[in-house]
């Protein structure tokens, strides 16, 4: 790796945290438990990581590797997102 | 597809999050926040299908199809009072992914050579050592993560005993471990094999262990939003690993929710997050202060469901405090029927949820919702503490620490300085509860002996309905 790609890189993370940060402070207490959801979906993006070694060339230990992350990461994406649309759907005004 | 326009394609995703976890900041926007991220993840599995990356499909869809199954099983069938094990048993399968990703990445064989080799016979690339660094983050957050969750999973679904299993060397345990750990990353840097980082996974999955199994059930919520954040970090790291944008990106906004609600958790309970992680109140330290007997001795006054139906009637505000206990009795549906019945007699009704009720930050507002109690009558501590003196009668039910006086005014008190939801400041309260028995600071409270306080003695939704049913009859 490039020291001109690890330095981008790490201005993109740092970067992400303070959005992270920013974002996330205007969320009200109500929907926290959506919120950790939510978010935990989204860290489900490592299904990325996991479908780039799982089709990957790379030989059969890391395929299969792979193919596992593949299973635990598309449960984590999808549970995720579908059980607090399932929350967030509950939530009504009086 | 070039790689440019995948490239853009993460870029795309990445920005859908932003713009998700943005709309979260409104109940009114926040299915469609959710959507957006959903939308965004789909964007950035189809960029990843498309790319040259990869290869062969077949065994793709093995594991996609697997995944998909599990996943909508879980989220359609789980209860709500079950969505603090769901979510820790999700943050364990993102922190294993991302570990696996790391692994597979490091046992890769590319172009023939096995990539530990072309790591280590590149001296003059001293940036082998990032992806090295990369690949142990991954592999070290991520294994102690899915450990960790599993067995805050058991703890929350009582498979394991929910109270601190107080051992005297736990911290010298998790040192130890931790040391091990970045020993072991260490040598894997300098040294790039294989077998060191099975081995380092190895001590990290025991590190997940033993960091989490002396962690009492009440400090729970601030495990799972640690998790969460690890789980987020993990994936940052392997982002790192595939010099991946889209996992940099969402790995950090996951790790930056998670550390917020960690604090806001802490805060809430007046505790450092060392404090909670390395022992403390319900954690073997002897309470001191006067006993239980001391406190109640002839001043516990007890009523009926009657009665409380007869001073609910004259009152015109009326604010329900609801903790753990309400969901254990499943009595949050009586907590609805009687808050329209209330309403309906032109009472004013709003519920004060304190920041840890629940097992896991928001729960308690779940359930309430889904109990179809307008979030608009859920309010916050801060909100809802300068309204008691305003307030005829306050119900608490399933909550006892969260409006413990003493936090406010006895200093040596073991939950001193923890903020409270301040009932005690109502013209009456009644404590619906089926015994006197302590919360899990396990401290006597003197609210329940007060003189404005009524104990209603009885199970959480029996209780309600008859106060129900009180209040039908005239």
Not at chain 1, 43 to 54: D, E, Y
Request: charge should be neutral.
């Amino acid at each position: 790796m490039p020291v001109e790609v690890l330095i981008l890189l790490i201005s993109v993370f740092v970067l992400a945290i303070f959005v992270g940060f920013e974002v996330i402070t205007k969320i009200p207490p109500t929907l926290h438990t959506p919120l950790m959801s939510g978010s935990n979906a989204i860290s489900g993006i490592t299904i990325v990581g996991a479908l780039t070694a799982a089709g990957s060339d790379w030989g059969t230990l890391s395929v299969v590797l792979g193919v596992v992350a593949v299973t635990f990461a598309t449960t984590n994406v999808v549970g995720g997102f579908m059980v607090t649309h399932r929350m967030l759907s509950m939530f009504r005004k009086s | 597809m070039s790689e440019s326009i995948i490239r853009i394609a993460y870029l795309v995703a990445a920005v859908l999050f932003i713009f998700g976890l943005k709309g979260l900041t409104h109940p009114k926007t926040a299915v469609r926040g959710n959507l957006m991220g959903a939308t965004g993840m789909l964007i950035a599995v189809v960029a990843v299908l498309v790319s040259r990356e990869i290869v062969s499909y077949g065994q793709l869809a093995i594991g996609l199809g697997a995944g998909v199954v599990l996943g909508s099983l879980l989220a359609v069938k789980i209860q709500m009072t079950a969505m603090p094990q769901l979510v820790a048993v999700f943050n364990g399968f993102g922190g294993i992914a991302s570990a696996l990703v790391a692994a597979a990445s490091y046992e890769s064989i590319r172009g023939g050579t096995p990539f530990v080799e072309v790591l280590a016979a590149d001296p003059s690339d001293t940036l082998a050592a990032t992806t090295s660094v990369s690949v142990a983050a991954a592999g070290l957050v991520g294994a102690v993560t899915f450990t960790g969750s599993l067995v805050a999973f058991s703890k929350l679904q009582e498979l394991i005993k929910g109270k601190p299993r107080w051992v005297p060397s736990g911290r010298v345990v998790n040192g130890a471990l931790l040391a091990a750990a970045v020993a072991l990353a260490v040598i894997m840097v300098v040294n790039p094999s294989t077998t060191v980082f099975w081995a380092m996974i190895a001590v990290a999955a025991a590190l997940g262990l033993s960091l989490v199994l002396p962690i009492g059930g009440a400090d729970m919520p601030v495990v799972i939003a640690l998790l969460n954040s690890y789980s987020g970090l993990a994936a940052a790291a392997a982002g790192f690993v595939l010099q991946n944008t889209a996992l940099i990106i969402s790995g950090s906004l996951v790790g930056s929710s998670g550390l917020i609600l960690t604090m806001i958790m802490c805060k809430a309970m007046n505790r450092s997050l060392a404090n909670v992680l390395f022992g403390g109140v319900g954690g073997g330290a002897k309470v001191e202060g006067p006993s239980a007997d001391e406190v109640y001795a002839g001043k516990i006054k007890s009523t009926s469901s009657e009665e409380v139906g007869m001073m609910l009637e004259s009152a015109s505000r009326v604010v329900i405090v609801p903790g753990y206990g309400m969901a254990v009795a499943q009595a949050q549906h009586a907590v609805r029927d009687l808050m329209n019945l209330l309403q309906e007699r032109g009472t004013e009704v709003e519920f004060a949820i304190h920041p840890v009720a629940g097992r896991m930050p928001g729960h308690m507002n779940v359930l309430l919702a889904e109990s179809d109690v307008p979030y608009d009558h859920l309010k916050e501590m801060e909100v809802a503490n300068p309204t008691f003196p305003q307030t005829d009668v306050a119900i608490v039910i399933g909550a006892n620490d969260v409006v413990n006086p003493d936090a406010r005014e006895v200093p040596d008190s073991p939950i001193a300085g923890m903020p409270i939801i301040e009932v005690d400041k109502a013209r009456t309260v009644v404590v619906i509860k089926r015994s006197l028995s302590p919360g899990f600071a396990g401290v006597p409270n003197p609210l329940f002996a007060a003189d404005n306080t009524m104990m209603l003695f009885g199970h959480g939704k029996e209780a309600i309905l008859d106060i129900v049913g009180a209040l039908k009859e005239d």
